[in-house]
Every structure is written in C-alpha cells, then in structure tokens.
C-alpha cells in the first residue's frame, strides 16, 4: 500500500502518522520525491484500516499495489533512482558502456583490452574471474588472480571495473575489489546471495534469469533492496525461448517493461543474448533506441582464441566504431554518455 501525503505535511504529524501505521503491525519507507512523499507500507496490509489512514489530515491519496515487488516499485518511488559509481552516473538520463572480456585469462590480456576500450570512451571495465560454466571442464576463471589483475588494470586506466560474485563466502573480497558486483543469470534466484548483497551498499547488476519472468526478476532485485541496499541495476541478456539460431532471444521490450513498473536502472547485454558477434552493433543500436540506461559488450582482442564466449565477443576496433554509433544515438535520445 502506498500513502501519498499532501504538499508540506508538517513533519510531527507525517511522523505521528508512521508510528500509528507501524503499530498497526507493517513497515513504513519514506520517499522524497519532488512532487510529494510517500510513505510505502511493507508487510501484511490486509488488515490495515484504510479509513482509519485516509482520514488523517495530512493523506493526500492511497493506492493498492498489486504487484508482489513494493520496493522496487515505482508507486514507492516514482524517482527513477539514479546510482552513483566512482563518479558516473548510472540512471534515466545517462548512458553506461560497461565491457571487456568475457574472463580475465592473463594480466597483459585484461590491460591492453582496458587500455583500448578506456581510448574508445568505455564507462566501466568488466571481466570474469569465477566464470559459471556449464560444463566442469570448461576453464573456471583465474580466481584470485583473475581479480587482482582486473585491480591492476583499473590502476592503469581508471575504468571502474564490474565482475561476477559466486557464492556467498566471497561477499565481502568483492564488496573489497570491485565497484559494481555482477549477479549472473544463473544465480538471479540466489536468495540466500542477494539477502547477503543486500546488507551491502554496493551497486548490484542484476542479470534477468534464463527463464525468469520479468516479475521474477523484479522480486530477485526486491530481495536485495529490502535489506536495505538500494542500488540495483537490471540487465537484460536475452531469455531461453525455442528459437535455436540465437543463444537466447533478446527481449527489448522488457527494457520499457521494467521502466514502467519500476525505478531502477536497466542496461541490456547484446553479447549474451545473441550468443553472435555479427549481431552485437545492431542490438546495441536497439538498446539505446528503446530506452536502456546502457549496454553491456564483450570485447576480446583475439575472439577466435578466447577461452570463453569467443564467438559473441568483439574485437577492439569493432568497438571503437560500435562506441560512435551509440554516441551518436546517445546525444540522439537526449542522454549524456558517461566515461
Ligand atoms: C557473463 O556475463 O559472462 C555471463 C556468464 O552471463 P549470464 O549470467 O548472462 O549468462
Ligand atoms: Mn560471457
């Protein structure tokens, strides 16, 4: 349920107001949006008595939320939340270029591939070092050593970098190391993970499942915002459906699905959802188009002998000219680039 108060509700009443919708037995999150705000009411509100709350004088409006998701609701928060990282900007309004290659396999591979996207105008540096493999035998990521070269990179060129969390014992090396933790597709339904990140204050990029529904996605990045951390960022990377020729089947419209149903942020992954180097520039042209809040591409400086996901990667000097064409329809969309 979400109470919307009136213009300059007096603060001693706003907060009288709380304890006696809190006593009623939910929780109440306050937002300040520009218009007015908002009390959300979290918990079991069957039993509230709505009279009881619309007769105060200082209620503008109730409203029922229907959906299961209330924090990650745009009724809660009709803001779109803007996150902030070392300095960019990631939200309505700003456009994030998150890429590198799909796992860290050697330092002077992840610093050169930094070094060439940093020259292209990148936002974020991003590469694997616990690679989530469907077969065992595949390569796994350099681990530790994968992270400390990211680190080293990230020194060289000053790209924040972005990689994928595992489990739960590696919460706090992460929350260390990196400026945003990735939650791959796989482990979206991790709740024991995202209850873990959300005690942290950490950007979260959230990848949709590989079956999820978009409300299914929607309450996978509520289970991180309820405890607390509120920086989450979707990313759509294509879902299973039966077509075969692509990975998987990118669904664009999930960007504005997501945008009318909630505040946060959404980037889209060509690369994972096409499965297709070939594909990569015109899905990235769509992302921004629809509306995403930035694109997330895998770069390789030699595709053909990567370890992992070589055929959807991209070489540098597609990037560079894949990095005008969306500053192009970036400032086309009215949206500022950030790097
Ligand atoms: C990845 O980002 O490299 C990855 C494994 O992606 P996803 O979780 O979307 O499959
Ligand atoms: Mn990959």
New binding site residues.
Partial sequence: MVVVLKQNAPLEKRNALISEIETMGVKVQVTEGTETSILGLVGDTSHLNEFRISSNEIVANILRVQEPFKKANKMFKPDDTIIEVAGRKIGEGYFSVITGP?SVESEEQIESIAKEVKDNGATFLRG?AY??RTSPYAFQGLGLEGLEYLKHAKEKTGLPIVS?IMSVGMVEKFVEDVDII?V???NMQNFVLLKELGKTSKPILL?RGLAATIEEWLMSAEYILNEGNGNVIMCE?GIRTFETYTRNTLDLSSILVVKKLSHLPVIV?PS?ATGKAWMVEAMSKAAVVAGADGVLIEVHNNPALALC?GQQSITPEQFSKLMGKIRTLVELEGKKLEG
């Fill in positions: 799909c694997g690679k989530p994928e990735q791959g597709a796989r990848k990377r992954d994972h996901d």
